[in-house]
């Protein structure tokens, strides 16, 4: 059996192995290895996101490999720089760690962390270790934002609603792995991998932030209703959503059929909602941002979103505080 982190390694050793192979860029002036890293300046709005993963809340470790785990929890964060329309940069790493876990299993979580920050052009600058009574990743992500930048409070009257992918799958991958819902071959396979492996779409982000007026825009990471809640929010409008435009994957379709209750509310989507000025064909918005794109509604005034069609149940978005239903 292999021993523990805590025996065989300490603080400053683990940080050493963990960093000693990370790539850096002409961005980073100073890495890994000193009190603080050092960067060049941001040739835009520099942007900056925080975010956590606990063990037990977020992830299970007998539910996927750690290298599918450090992916995951880098990709959180690089969504909330998509949803601006930002470039991501640089992150440090904020590690509390389980004695009992080996060297061996951090070695792979940073190796997927890696090949992560590696394909979205990400420096891994720094961090710290600490002791815990779970395993939690903490990713302090900076980005970059050289043209417009999209933010919650943009929504106008009048705009369209749309939605980047399709959305529940990970939710239900998630009670899938949980045992509360049964499926089974290349349903069960896709939605495992949904949950386990999602993608941030920097890029589609970055091409949609392009347009002028700059939309309204958040990632879905609490489930839709609940983000288009907080966008409408910080607009000060409401929202129409059709029940029948709701993308839903032929994984989920399979295996939960049309009920739209984890569509709307299960979250962990990492998909981005963004509202447009003018109104643009589904055909056309796919081609430009290189992902596929639903309308799903409209801004209206008022407040508040009202879900038209049969069908609509009642929603509830995750809440980090509560526990997940």
Not at 34 to 53: F, Q, V, Y
Not at 184 to 198: E, H, S, T, V
Request: charged letters at 25%.
């Amino acid at each position: 059996m292999a021993e523990s982190v805590s025996r065989s390694l300490g603080e400053f050793e683990l940080i050493a192995r963990l960093t000693a192979r990370l790539r850096r860029r002409s961005g980073t002036i100073l890495g890994p290895g000193d009190d603080c890293a050092i960067l060049k300046p941001a040739r835009g709005r520099e942007l900056i996101t925080i975010d956590s993963m606990v063990e037990g809340v977020h992830f299970r470790l007998d539910w996927g490999t750690p290298e599918s785990l450090g992916a995951r929890a880098l990709t959180v964060n690089l969504s909330d720089i998509a949803a601006m329309g930002g470039r991501p940069t640089a992150c440090v790493v904020n590690l509390a760690i389980r004695p009992d876990l080996d060297a061996r299993f951090f070695d792979r979580l940073y190796a997927g962390m890696a090949r992560a920050a590696d394909a979205a052009g990400v420096d891994i600058v720094g961090g710290n270790v600490t002791r815990a009574a779970a395993l939690s990743i903490t990713i302090a992500l900076l980005g970059e934002a050289r043209g417009g930048v999209m933010t919650r409070g943009a929504a106008r009257p009048g705009d369209h609603l749309y939605v980047t992918g399709t959305l529940g799958d990970a939710a239900l991958g998630w009670r899938v792995l949980d045992g509360q819902v049964k499926a089974r071959g290349a349903a069960r396979r896709f939605l495992i991998d949904r949950y386990l492996n999602p993608i941030a779409r920097v890029a589609a982000g970055m091409r949609l932030a392009r347009i002028r007026p700059a939309p309204a825009a958040i990632d879905i990471s609490d489930g839709l209703w609940q983000d288009l809640g907080h966008l409408l929010e910080r607009s000060g409008v409401g929202a129409e959503i059709d029940a029948r435009s709701i993308p839903l994957s032929p994984a989920y379709r399979t295996v939960a059929g049309g009920d739209l209750k984890l569509a709307l509310g299960g979250g962990e989507d990492y998909e981005l909602l963004f509202a447009l000025r003018k109104e643009r064909s589904e055909a056309d918005l796919t081609q430009r941002l290189g992902v596929p794109v639903s309308r799903i509604g409209r801004i209206v005034r008022g407040r508040g979103a009202r879900l038209r069609g049969d069908g609509a149940p009642a929603i509830a978005g995750w809440d980090q505080l509560k526990e997940r239903p």
